[in-house]
């Protein structure tokens, strides 16, 4: 039953864009996760209540796909956090030596030419201490050739 009520709570505590891929196999659930979301994080007595409620209605359904999807959202997660850290790092590496491009092009496919006048525009924009977002669209090329 507690496994159930953590259940709950991981599925209530979910970002809206994660609670939103959620598959639920009954509305009754989505409805009293819905509201659980909506009290106020003050009444605590009110939350709890409404997580015990949601315990029970977990109890009475199939919960093992709820726990596969929720699974599957946290690996998701974390696989892009890692390509974060990934472009943040190779952002980096590119902006101390730009010569480390073709190690990052024999990795990873994107337009060389468009990927060197990101590297040198970011990298004049730092030396002159006026960056307008060059190193960011240096990071958004790099993350979108890791994630492709």
């Known amino acids: 039953m507690l496994a159930l009520q953590a259940l709950g709570q991981e599925l209530a505590v979910l970002s809206e864009k994660q609670f939103k891929k959620i598959e639920f196999p009954e509305d009754k659930l989505r409805e009293a996760l819905e509201f659980f979301r909506s009290i106020p994080s003050k009444r605590h007595e009110a939350r709890r209540r409404q997580m015990q409620f949601i315990g029970k209605v977990i109890r009475g359904i199939e919960s093992e796909s709820l726990q596969v999807q ?79």
Not at 73 to 87: F, L
Not at 89 to 97: A, G, K, P, T, Y
Not at 100 to 121: C, G, P, W, Y
């Open 70 to 148: 929720l699974d599957a959202i946290k690996n998701t997660d974390d696989q892009e956090k890692r390509m974060h850290h990934q472009a943040e790092q190779w952002r980096d590496r590119l902006l101390e030596d730009p010569k480390k491009v073709t190690s990052f092009l024999n990795e990873f496919s994107t337009d060389a030419q468009r990927l060197n006048q990101l590297i040198r525009a970011a990298k004049k924009a730092r030396e002159l201490g006026k960056d307008k977002g060059e190193a960011r669209s240096l990071y958004r090329a790099l993350y979108k050739a890791i994630a492709h």
